[in-house]
């Protein structure tokens, strides 16, 4: 289980500080795939980035507390995290792009982790590290090629394979299927809803593509301007979404076959620095009333596991 | 492994083909110079005009300028690069223990310097921003911008100030050594000056490539991947950022080794250094253009070999360049 209680990360920028996660409250149970959908700016990424602490250094944890079996890994110390990273909690990035060094080969990256963690030689780690390269579906005479030989879905695979390489508890995916043609993306995620099933390992899949990510995500939580809009489990937000803005979304999704006209979010993404008080989605919003401005946050139950952050519902 | 043998065949290629460009430039280099090898040479107002002809004759400067090049060109090919106006003596006999000379003070000095550099650099970038940032980079580029020459006399004030550190040349004179340890010393004694001035003035700049590289290195996705797998800073340093930051620091250094070579001519200079740039100092006071000519043909070959081996360096260090 993972509890995040009132987290609080913010930016420092030169107009005053970000707040990329404001508050937020979330649970997240132990062997399913959670989805964190939301549009750039989001801050989902800040809270992919917070539960390994590797934020950029003008990134502060203002408050809350990361409770994960017992432990709270925002309040240990830089040598205890460092034990979690890469060995309880790993991170796939965004493979296709830079995430891999250019001048170490394939099979060396990937059995690092394992040097790191495991007291193991080179030797031993390079086999394990074959091992994963294999299922994930790379053959051998990928093994030794540096990044740049590689398309970006192999790329992808490799960073995939590097994650679970020490059989971690945890897997945070920050939008691993972007930058991939579509034939390659829908490879990569039921490859990762393998995993998922094989290891029962709690994963995070992060991506601003909701049909993507409701197409393996056990739960799905829609996050904008820094706060959830709607927590709920894939067919309730699917089939019964509340919040205007998870409405949107999904009719912003094309349908094959359909003429239906495809609607969209008028108006831009709200800025994260001195955002307003009451909902963040008040501008944007077609239902928005005089109380939204005052909106507290405090969410509306719809249904056991399905959460609402908006006052057009419950008392 | 095809590429790789293309990718060489290209560069000895290029190589040749600019060592070959220099050499036909350094011909018409030194003859732009105002004034006259001859004038120079006798020194006599009352030789005659038959005999000073006679001379003009022996050196062959009174053959038409394109005569003079081709057999320019023909001897620098054949590994002659003619006779000295000033030591009467071929060039290649002055100019070879000249160049030993140098390389006992350049190789070291070029070794330190890129070692101080890349380790000021890596520990600058590392704690940028804080005092031990600004201290080394300040120290750094202090040097960098300091003129040889200044610093070294600094030195020689000091090192005459405190006593017993020799300021000039290679050996002591009149000294007749007891075997080859006593003979080594001397030599290190007379080393160290010029040695810690040539290298002073040279590490400032690596320092502040190797910052500046780590520092964009530091901003790559690969570093915050090495982060998540849980490596600690030295292993994100050294096997992630380091051999990356690299590549940039090997063109530096290949480009700059002509910078050394003024280095040294500054240097040997006011330590005087028996060496090749204390050579070129007194062959352009002579106009001794053969010799001038043969120095510049040395340090450009030596310049183009370093580039060469840069780029066979670059090959090994970045799989990118390997297998293009």
Redesign the interface.
Same mark, same amino acid.
């Given at each position: 289980m993972i509890d995040i209680n009132d987290l609080f990360v913010r930016y420092k920028t030169e107009n005053g500080y970000a707040n990329a996660v404001d508050h937020i409250n979330l649970r997240i149970e132990k062997g399913i795939i959670f989805g964190l959908v939301g549009e750039s700016g989001s801050g989902k990424t800040t809270l992919g980035l917070t539960l390994?602490r590797?934020l950029p250094p003008s990134a502060e944890i203002a408050s809350g507390s990361v409770n994960i079996d017992g432990t709270d890994i925002l309040r240990i110390n830089e040598n205890e995290m460092?034990?979690?990273?890469?060995?309880r909690i790993?991170?796939v990035?965004?493979g296709a792009?830079?995430?891999?060094?250019?001048?170490?080969?394939i099979e060396r990256q990937v059995a690092?982790?394992l040097i790191? !963690?495991e007291n193991i030689d080179w030797e031993q780690a390079l086999k394990i590290a074959r091992e994963k390269l294999a299922l994930v579906g790379l053959g051998e005479n990928t093994w030794k090629r540096?990044p !740049?030989?590689l398309s970006g879905g192999m790329k992808q695979r490799v960073?995939i394979a590097?994650a679970i390489i020490t059989d971690p508890e945890i897997l945070i995916a920050d939008e691993p299927t972007t930058a991939l043609d579509v034939v390659t993306q829908d490879r990569i995620m039921k490859l990762i809803k393998s995993l998922q099933r094989e290891y029962n390992l709690t994963t995070i899949l992060i991506s601003h593509d909701l049909p993507i990510v409701s197409e393996v995500a056990d739960k799905i939580a829609i996050m904008y301007g820094g706060k959830l809009s709607e927590v709920g489990e894939n067919e309730q937000i699917l089939r019964n979404a509340k919040h205007p803005y998870t409405s949107g979304l999904l009719s912003s999704i094309p349908e094959p076959g359909s003429s239906k006209e495809i609607k969209g979010i008028p108006g831009e993404p709200i800025s994260l620095v001195n955002p307003p008080k009451g909902c963040r989605f008040y501008n944007r919003c077609q239902f928005a009333s005089e109380k939204c401005k005052n909106y507290d946050y405090s969410p509306k139950i719809v249904e056991v596991g399905h959460e609402v952050y908006c006052t057009l519902y419950g008392e | 492994m095809k590429g790789l043998a293309s990718y060489f065949t290209k560069r000895v290629v290029f190589a040749v083909v600019t060592i070959f460009i220099i050499i036909s430039f350094n011909f018409f280099l030194f003859r732009i110079l105002p004034g006259n090898p001859i004038e120079l040479l006798y020194r006599n107002p009352m030789l005659t005009k038959a005999q000073i002809d006679a001379l003009y004759h022996q050196f062959g400067l009174d053959k038409p300028l394109w005569e003079q090049f081709l057999i320019y060109i023909y001897n620098s090919l054949t590994g002659n690069l003619g006779i000295s106006f000033y030591y009467k003596q071929p060039v290649t006999n002055v100019l070879i223990p000249a160049l030993e000379n140098s390389l006992i003070l350049l190789v070291p000095a070029t070794i330190l310097s890129i070692a101080l550099g890349i380790i000021t650099g890596v520990v600058s970038a590392w704690h940028r921003g804080t005092k031990l940032d600004f201290a080394l980079l300040g120290s750094a580029l202090a040097f960098y911008t300091m003129p040889t020459f200044w610093l070294g006399s600094i030195f020689i004030i000091v090192a005459l100030y405190i006593g017993g550190i020799p300021v000039s040349g290679m050996y002591s004179l009149g000294l007749n050594y007891t075997g080859i340890i006593p003979r080594i010393m001397d030599l290190l004694s007379h080393l160290m000056l010029p040695l810690i001035t040539l290298t002073l003035v040279l590490y400032g700049e690596f320092t502040i490539i190797m910052r500046n590289s780590l520092i964009d290195v530091f901003t790559?996705?690969?570093i915050?991947?090495?982060?998540?797998?849980?490596?600690?800073d030295k292993?994100i340093i050294w096997?992630?950022a380091y %051999?990356?930051a690299l590549l940039p620091m090997v063109s530096i250094i290949a480009i700059n080794f002509g910078l050394v070579v003024a280095g040294a001519v500054l240097t040997e200079t006011v330590f005087s250094w028996p060496g090749i740039g204390l050579m070129i100092y007194d062959a352009i006071i002579s106009r001794d253009y053969p010799i001038l000519q043969g120095a510049f043909l040395i340090i450009s070959i030596t310049v183009v070999i370093a580039n060469l081996i840069a780029d066979f360096v670059y090959s090994y260090?970045? %799989?990118?360049i390997r297998?293009k």
């Open positions: 390994l590797i460092r034990k979690w990273r890469g060995k790993s991170m990035f965004q792009m830079n995430s891999l060094n250019p001048v170490i080969n690092e982790p790191i !963690h540096y !740049h030989e960073v590097m | 790559e996705d690969y915050i991947t090495a982060k998540a797998k849980g490596a600690d292993r096997e992630h %051999p990356n260090l970045d %799989p990118r297998y």
